[in-house]
T-cell receptor, first 114, second 114 residues
């Protein structure tokens, strides 16, 4: 069985601060994918990134960066110089096994204020 | 290019009634998955349809059933509604051969059971 843990329920920061969202996972599969999704109040899940289990390179996309550490089963997400528009619920998800079923964490609500 | 579209956006039903939710996948996608997201929780996998058949199912009772049509669109049916079925229902589509690719989500249908 797969499991995703997002221990941070809610984070509040002031605009321009950096913030890191933590994600831990458990799986017995040797091949798997990790995802981050953003869910604004509208409800739609917006895809941010996918990382496969064989690629531990960190990735940076604009103000977003991801740190994948297989040794500690973590896939953390950092937003640099946060903005009010980053306010949303962020979900980490794990895809393993056939049919790309996704197992989600419970989400982290990020509130960025002026 | 239209993304994943779901209808209706909101729905209110009475306990014991039946409901049908609809999903049109992103153009070029042939696999549709359904998720239930209770308030404050992460999405939970219900089932997935591919080639008009249920390919995988999560831990949901038989009251939850689905269908996929030849044009790849899909329906989620819930019978004998319970108060606990109140949730955001998300549809996700994936492209062919997309075992481990990202899933694209619709905006969801918010179901309230009273």
């Amino acid at each position: 069985a797969q499991k995703v843990t997002q221990a941070q329920t809610e984070i509040s920061v002031v605009e321009k601060e950096d913030v890191t969202l933590d994600c831990g996972y458990e799986t017995r599969d040797t091949t798997y994918y990790l995802f981050w999704y953003k869910q604004p109040p509208s409800g739609e899940l917006v895809f941010l990134i996918r990382r496969n289990s064989f690629d531990e390179q960190n990735e940076i996309s604009g103000r977003y960066s991801w740190n994948f550490q297989k040794s500690t089963s973590s896939f953390n997400f950092t937003i640099t110089a946060s903005q009010v528009v980053d306010s949303a619920v962020y979900f980490c998800a794990l895809g393993a096994g056939p049919a790309s079923k996704l197992t989600f964490g419970t989400g982290t609500r990020l509130q960025v204020t002026l | 290019d239209a993304g994943v579209t779901q209808s209706p956006t909101h729905l209110i039903k009475t306990r014991g009634q039946q409901v049908t939710l609809r999903c049109s996948p992103k153009s070029g996608h042939d696999t549709v998955s359904w998720y239930q997201q209770a308030l404050g929780q992460g999405p939970q996998f219900i089932f997935q349809y591919y080639e008009e058949e249920e390919r995988q199912r999560g831990n949901f009772p038989d009251r939850f059933s689905g269908h996929q049509f030849p044009n790849y669109s899909s329906e989620l049916n819930v019978n004998a509604l319970l108060l606990g079925d109140s949730a955001l229902y998300l549809c996700a589509s994936s492209p062919p051969n997309g075992l481990y690719t990202e899933a694209f989500f619709g905006q969801g249908t918010r179901l309230t059971v009273v």
